[in-house]
């Protein structure tokens, strides 16, 4: 635009000179810059519309060991773990207060009676001066007590089933011996 105008008025000058050559020159240069404006006003609006059209943008995460959300995230998990560890280890000392609550009935139970010396034993080794191989003694003899147990019970019901089977043979021998 600028050099048209600089142009035109390089023109205007010329025209005092020679005014026909001048006169063609005015109307081609005013052609020109009336295309010019056209075309200019037309690049004007599409530099505008492109301006209002929203842009695509290019996001890029980057990882920042020292941004507030990872070492909140990192404090999370410390935290989680701690508790999950506390969880499990009471939980464990809890199952082996029973495990031994339970080998102490068992073992109660095969004394039967209250006022017997061996309850004073178990005692004396499991809660006040407590020493693992007395225990360990104390569990081998209860879990060979309750084997005897269930060895006698199974003998018994094997007695039982086989006194079934010779009544029924029998009732069969008096059942075909009748007329």
């Known amino acids: ?22 006169k063609f020159l005015v109307d081609a240069v005013k052609q020109m ?3 010019n404006d056209v ?17 695509k943008k290019v996001v890029t995460h980057r990882f920042e060991p020292t941004s507030k959300n990872v070492l909140l995230f990192i404090g999370g998990l410390v935290l989680s ?4 560890i506390w969880g499990n280890l009471t939980q464990w000392r809890d199952y ?21 010396p061996n309850i004073h034993y178990i005692e004396k080794y499991f809660s006040i001066c407590r020493d693992e191989n ?8 209860v879990a060979a007590y309750e084997d005897s147990v269930r060895h006698h019970y199974k003998m018994i019901e ?5 006194d079934s089977l ?7 021998i008096e059942g075909k011996n009748m007329p």
């Open 1 to 22: 635009r600028d050099a048209i105008v600089v142009f035109a008025d390089l023109i205007k000058v010329e025209l005092g000179k020679n005014e026909q050559r001048s």
């Open 33 to 35: 810059r009336q295309g």
């Open 39 to 55: 075309f200019s006003k037309t690049l004007q609006d599409k530099l505008e519309v492109m301006n209002k059209s929203p842009q």
């Open 81 to 84: 773990l701690v508790i999950s």
């Open 96 to 116: 082996q207060d029973w495990e031994e609550a339970d080998l102490k009935y068992r073992a109660l139970k095969m004394v039967l009676s209250t006022d017997d």
């Open 134 to 141: 007395v225990i360990n003694n104390v569990r081998n003899r």
């Open 158 to 162: 094997m007695a039982t089933y086989k």
């Open 166 to 172: 010779t009544n029924c043979k029998l009732l069969e």
